[in-house]
Structures are given as structure tokens and as C-alpha cells.
């Protein structure tokens, strides 16, 4: 897996799924066990790597582009990322898992069993909130492919029983710390952290030393601006909110409220409901009351914001 060892506890849903199916934890690989620049570097050996659900890498991860053999990702691809001589497999698709699994079914069906057909199915349902017209995040071509799985796989349970316990799991958070919750589910463009929590931003923010917990977050990645991805799941109605931290007065944290709030493709219908503004620090919290929109379409957005700021400086 792609993140550290010791931060697999924070993903619930992982490793809930991983163990309702039987699968030994201890069969895992964690990225700080294995050295991928070492393999790289060394000429008795040959490393080959495929991005999945994501087609940018982290600075630290630069170095690794010549290994890049394939791409699997369900976001719109940024324009700053040439991938010469690399299979892309981009497409806006619910769930990323949907673009693997027909990747598998294309090429080797014979290895959907009814283990590997439940594992891709319970993501496709979480990423598409159970194929909710509400949520709107569902194309043909994840039902096409759940549809499939569920066919070739035997798979006879209740798709809404396996949502909410797969749902459980994932917003889950009593076991985490406030820390903790701040790197379950991170994405990163141009160097601004886009934070997304299985909670509403306003819930979290009431949580004692909520802010300390951000403001130091934002000090040990040497970032000024964060935004804060909420959302509520549980009720029968799906809730989201959205916030922008800054430290001390931030234009490019302004640029980015102003870019969110006048998008139009796509509209997040949002509406302040706080801002706080400290001699250190200001956020502004925003409800989304068009809920069908995602942190998969905020991200370009800030992103582009960022590049336009970093322009304007130069």
C-alpha cells in the first residue's frame, strides 16, 4: 500500500474489507517497507509501476516517472503531467475501482472469483454512495461493471447491506485522533493539501484544539492554505461543507475561496456560514448545497487557482 505502516489504522474501511475477506494483514506491503529508488536504480533489476486513482506524483516520488508503465485514474488529467510512451487508462468514472476491474475483465476474466468480485464491488458502491441519483457520481460504465462483477462473481448479497457496512467502518472516527482524521484521506496539488474527512468540516471544528490540530498540520508541510473537504453520510441525506484555512492574510487562499465560490462547471451553491478571522490565522466555512459535486471536481479547480497565483508571482 501506498502509504506508511503505521498509518494503516486510519484507514477503517481498508481494513475492514481486508479482514471480512479473509485476507491476512500480514500479507501486505506498506511503502516504507520497500525501497522503489533502490529497485530502481539497480541494473540486475527492471521496476515497472502503475498509478492508480491518481496520475501525478508527490516531489518525493519524481524520481520514480521513468518506471511509470500504466495509469488507472478516475480524475480529469492535468495538463501540467506529460506521460510520453505511458498507457493511460483515464476516464471520468465514479470509481476508479470500476476502471480496474474492467481492466481485469478485458484482460484476464478467469480471475474474477467471488473474493476478488466482492473486494472491487465494495468500493465501486462506497465511491458511488450505493449508485445514489441523489449523490449523482455513478456513470454507465460502473453499473455496466458492478452489474458484471455481481454476475461473474455469484454475488447474491444485499448491495445495501454491504454499503453500510463497508459506510460504517469509513466514518467510523472514535478510535482517531483529531491528527489522525487530518491525513485519513489527503490529496495534494501544486503544494496545497486537500483534506477530506468522513465528517462535516463544522462538526470537526468543534472538537477540542481543532484549530491547533490544523494550524500545526499546516506547519509540518510547510504550507499556507489548507482546504477542508466535509461531508455526512449517515443520515439519509448526504451532507457536505467545505472550509479554507490560512495562515496570517493569504491572497491565494482568497483567489481559491473566490474561485470556489464563482465556479460555475461545476456550481457548489455555497453559503458562508463562519469565518474566523485571528492575527495568525483565518477560515472560512462554507456550506455545499449542491452535494453532488466532490473533492474529484474541487481539485482541479484549486489547482488551476494555484497555477494561476504562482504565475502572477513570477
Same mark, same amino acid.
Given at each position: ?36 529508488? $533502490? ?25 520514480? +516517472? ?8 478516475? %480524475? /480529469? ?9 505511458? =498507457? ?5 468514472? !465514479?470509481?476508479?475501482?470500476? =476502471? ?8 484476464? /476474466? ?42 461473474? !462473481?455469484? =454475488?447474491?448479497?444485499? %448491495?445495501?447491506?454491504?454499503? +453500510? ?13 483529531? *491528527? ?11 503544494? #496545497? /493539501? ?13 472538537? *477540542? ?26 443520515? +439519509? ?19 481559491? #475561496? ?12 455555497? *453559503? ?23 473533492? +474529484?471536481?474541487?481539485?482541479? #479547480? ?8 504562482? $504565475?502572477?508571482?513570477?
Amino acid at each position: 500500500m501506498n502509504i506508511p505502516e503505521k498509518e494503516f489504522r486510519i484507514k477503517t474501511e481498508v481494513v475492514y474489507s481486508l479482514k471480512s475477506h479473509n485476507i491476512p494483514l500480514n500479507l501486505l506491503t506498506f511503502r516504507d517497507q520497500i525501497d522503489l529508488q $533502490n529497485i530502481q536504480n539497480d541494473v540486475n533489476k527492471k521496476l515497472e509501476l502503475i498509478l492508480v486513482d491518481h496520475h501525478t506524483l508527490a516531489n518525493e516520488d519524481f524520481k520514480l +516517472k521513468p518506471s511509470i508503465v500504466m495509469i488507472i485514474d478516475h %480524475r /480529469p488529467q492535468d495538463p501540467t503531467w506529460s506521460w510520453p510512451n505511458v =498507457l493511460l487508462n483515464i476516464e471520468i468514472v !465514479g470509481s476508479c475501482a470500476t =476502471l480496474v476491474a474492467r481492466n481485469v475483465l478485458q484482460k484476464n /476474466p478467469d480471475l474474477l472469483d467471488t473474493q476478488l468480485s466482492s473486494l472491487l464491488r465494495g468500493p465501486i458502491l462506497i465511491d458511488t454512495y450505493n449508485m445514489s441519483d441523489e449523490a449523482g457520481r455513478a456513470t454507465a460504465t460502473d453499473v455496466d461493471v458492478l452489474n458484471t462483477l455481481e454476475q461473474l !462473481g455469484g =454475488l447474491t448479497s444485499d %448491495r445495501i447491506d454491504i454499503f +453500510k457496512k463497508i459506510m460504517h467502518a469509513k466514518t467510523d472516527i472514535s478510535e482517531l485522533t483529531l *491528527e489522525e482524521l487530518m491525513i485519513k484521506d489527503l490529496k495534494v496539488t501544486n503544494g #496545497i /493539501p486537500l483534506v477530506g474527512f468522513s465528517l462535516l468540516v463544522e462538526d470537526f471544528l468543534v472538537q *477540542e484544539n481543532a484549530k491547533e490540530v490544523i494550524e500545526q498540520f499546516v506547519n509540518e508541510r510547510n504550507c499556507n492554505v489548507v482546504v477542508l473537504i466535509g461531508q455526512d453520510v449517515t443520515k +439519509k441525506h448526504v451532507s457536505r461543507d467545505i472550509a479554507i484555512f490560512s495562515i496570517l492574510r493569504n491572497q491565494l487562499a482568497n483567489d481559491i #475561496i473566490q474561485a470556489l465560490v464563482e465556479s460555475t462547471q461545476p456550481s457548489l451553491n455555497l *453559503e458562508l456560514i463562519k469565518e474566523i478571522r485571528e492575527e495568525k490565522c483565518n477560515l472560512c466555512l462554507y456550506k455545499q448545497r449542491n452535494v453532488k459535486v466532490t473533492r +474529484k471536481q474541487i481539485l482541479p #479547480i484549486v489547482q488551476k487557482t494555484a497555477l494561476l497565483h504562482g $504565475n502572477e508571482e513570477i
